[in-house]
């Protein structure tokens, strides 16, 4: 199972990023998938989520500026980051949980660094 993140990058603050997650060996349709992100100094935290039914669900700090979406053929899961603050600046993880095993899958993490 692999997980492969991309899209981060250097971005001044209202500006927009999209992240890309694909997998391999592991369905995102099947096991929905989630965002996180982690700053120097802080814990890991749950940006967005998006369920193996296509529900959606953000953290308060992201809500009406970030959008999770899926591409079931390209078993690939999207992060579209609009209006982006300097405090959203984080490396930024993607996530599955594997629904029979329970066992955590995640990305190799892409740095987001927004400039004010």
């Known amino acids: 199972v692999q997980l492969q993140a991309s899209g981060g990058g250097l971005v001044q603050a209202r500006g927009s990023l999209r992240l890309s997650c694909t997998a391999s060996?592991?369905?995102?349709?099947?096991?929905?998938a989630d965002w996180y992100r982690q700053a120097p100094g802080k814990q890991r935290e749950l940006v967005a989520t998006i369920t193996s039914g296509g529900s959606t669900n953000y953290a308060d700090s992201v809500k009406g500026r970030f959008t999770i979406s899926r591409d079931n053929a390209k078993n690939t899961v999207y992060l579209q980051m609009n209006s982006l603050e300097p405090e959203d600046t984080s490396v930024y993880y993607c996530?599955?949980?594997?629904?029979?095993?329970?066992?955590?899958?995640w990305g190799q993490g892409t740095q987001v660094t927004v400039s004010s």
């Open positions: 996530h599955t949980k594997q629904r029979l095993s329970r066992r955590d899958y």
């Open positions: 060996g592991i369905g995102l349709f099947i096991n929905g």
